[in-house]
């Protein structure tokens, strides 16, 4: 008997309505024969309500209790879609992370997960029921609740889909798939049946906020087929039809089409600040010193650029969170530039990423003179840039960034 994981995210599960129309997709997969494992978010909204009432007590909530305060989320849901569920005359049980156990390390708010005990799932799976287990949650071996931090039901999913070896993990969203690019920004842009892993993973890391990055980490890692659909269309619709509807992730040699699509999509950010160091002596041990303050701070750090030495001095250039940015440029000031003696300290927090990302580049040329050219023909001058073997990303200024993805993905044919 086929085994699936179906994730739900906060707008499906948003109100008692669409709690039930979950319900009812739930129970066809289950009538068509499969057992089925349900992780659900909490209802849209309802985490960003808790932590805001934590913050209304403690404006730096202390990160254990405000794992407890944020699990309840997924409590709630767990509970109505099971009562969902049995009022269509299911045998439904749900289980919050701690009763499973999936066993996370002991970092509360960003937690993650070191194992999974399947036994429980597979007991009920056996006895017919239908099982609903809490995303974003779990318990460290203190048993105290933890969370994974934003987008951690995708990852619970994932994770309890390699856990149970599912044949395929199904994560609803209120999108019907992954776009070549943001439909918003292009309305062009059309939904891809296939995707590879890797392409997924840098879309997602670069800014495509389909799925959280770690949940396509895992899902590569452990190879759970992953589909990307939406939970708006009608419940009711065939098996068959939804089967093979939405996006599929898929391995680089099963994506038959790789030689033919040499970008698969174009992935932006807007939340990028650029920040360089001038003047800084070039001797061994200079970029650890800068990066290393940053990183003490927990501030993630992207792009990085050193210049050519010139008389023994050189320019240090990197790419932070713009919510970090101000936090950044007063570390380096203030702890960093007399230490490492740097002439000067500047940044620019309106400035934006955009990334062409395909695996086709490992078998085409020319695919970086072809978006430096574009960039060039509309004016738009390139302050960074940084490749890998299926990504070639550039810091440009904010103000040019949806004219920069429009026109690179009518120049690689995305609209095709």
């Not at 589909?227 to 099963?254: C, Q, Y």
């Not at 990302?357 to 840039?385: D, P, Q, W, Y």
Request: aromatic fraction near 4%.
């Amino acid at each position: 008997m086929a085994l699936v994981v179906h994730k739900y995210g906060g707008t499906s599960m948003g109100s008692v309505d669409r709690i039930k129309n979950v319900a009812r997709r739930v129970a066809k997969w289950h009538d068509a024969g499969y057992q089925v494992v349900v992780v659900p978010s909490a209802m849209a909204g309802e985490t960003n309500r808790l932590i805001g009432l934590a913050r209304e007590i403690m404006p730096e909530p202390d990160q254990r209790e405000l794992d407890m305060i944020a699990s309840t989320g997924e409590q709630v849901s767990i509970g109505l879609l099971s009562m969902a569920l049995k009022q269509l005359g299911k045998d439904a049980v749900s289980f919050t992370g701690w009763q499973v156990p999936v066993v996370t390390d002991t970092a509360h708010t960003k937690a993650r997960i070191q194992s999974i005990d399947d036994r429980k799932i597979r007991e009920n799976l056996d006895k017919g029921s239908i099982v609903i287990v809490a995303g974003f949650q779990g318990v460290n071996e203190f048993n105290e609740i933890t969370t994974l931090g934003r987008g951690g039901s995708d990852t619970s999913a994932v994770a309890i889909a390699a856990a149970l070896k599912a044949d395929e993990c199904l994560i609803y969203t209120d999108v019907d798939g992954v776009y070549t690019t943001d439909p918003r920004v292009v309305s062009e842009a059309r939904r891809l049946k296939k995707i590879t892993f890797e392409e997924m993973l840098e879309m997602a890391s670069l800014g495509s906020k389909v799925l959280q990055t770690r949940s396509v980490e895992l899902a590569g890692s452990y190879h759970v087929p992953t589909r990307v659909l939406s939970s708006l269309t009608d419940p009711e619709m065939p098996l068959e039809e939804e089967a093979k509807s939405g996006t599929l992730i898929t391995f680089e040699e099963e994506h038959t089409d790789m030689e033919s699509t040499v970008i698969s999509g174009i992935a932006f950010s807007r939340d990028e600040a650029k920040i360089t160091v001038l003047g800084v002596p070039d001797r061994p041990g200079i970029a650890s010193q800068i990066l290393g303050a940053i990183a003490n701070a927990n501030i993630e750090v992207d792009m990085i650029i050193q210049n050519q030495s010139v008389g023994g001095k050189t320019d240090f250039t990197f790419t932070v969170p713009r919510p970090d940015y101000n936090r950044a440029m007063d570390i380096l000031n203030n702890q960093v530039k007399a230490e490492i003696g740097a002439s000067d300290i500047i940044g620019d927090a309106k400035v934006s990423k955009v990334s062409a990302i395909g695996i086709g580049m490992r078998s085409h040329v020319g695919v970086a003179s072809k978006m430096f050219s574009t960039l060039f023909s509309e004016g738009i001058n390139i302050l960074m840039i940084s490749t890998s073997e299926i990504k070639i990303s550039v810091i440009i200024d904010e103000k040019y960034m949806e004219l920069a993805v429009r026109a690179l993905h009518k120049a690689f044919g995305l609209e095709q």
